[in-house]
């Protein structure tokens, strides 16, 4: 059974850094687009990193040049290094396949990254 296990959430100040993991229980995960979603409260979720099997990597305008997404596949694990965190940025973060890639059919419980003084 598919697992997506996401940690390394926080309270951390604006301007701080954080970074996240998720582990996947999926055995073809290397040949996996992966990405890291966001929700933040009365908002939808939306895609802000993704990263293919050949590791090319895309962002959204909003978190383009602070946040990086990376992969260990000898881990099944997909990271998010967040810098420069914004109050904006404040959201459950959530790891799974992008909307043009395999559908996984669960989602993890999610991390939360809260940005604030």
């Known amino acids: 059974q598919v697992q997506l296990v996401e940690s390394g959430g926080g309270l951390v100040q604006p301007g701080g850094s954080l970074r996240l993991s998720c582990a996947a229980s999926i055995s073809f995960f290397k040949i996996l687009a992966m990405g890291w979603y966001r929700q933040a409260p009365g908002k939808q979720r939306e895609l802000v990193a993704s990263?293919?099997?050949?590791?090319?990597?895309s962002y959204a305008d909003s978190v383009k040049g602070r946040f990086t997404i990376s992969r260990d596949n000898a881990k099944n694990t997909v990271y998010l290094q967040m810098d420069s965190l914004k109050p904006e940025d404040t959201a459950v973060y959530y790891c799974?396949?992008?909307?043009?890639?395999?559908?996984?059919?669960?989602w993890g419980q999610g991390t939360l990254v809260t940005v604030s003084s």
């Open positions: 799974n396949t992008p909307p043009n890639g395999r559908n996984l059919g669960v």
């Open positions: 990263i293919t099997s050949a590791s090319s990597t």
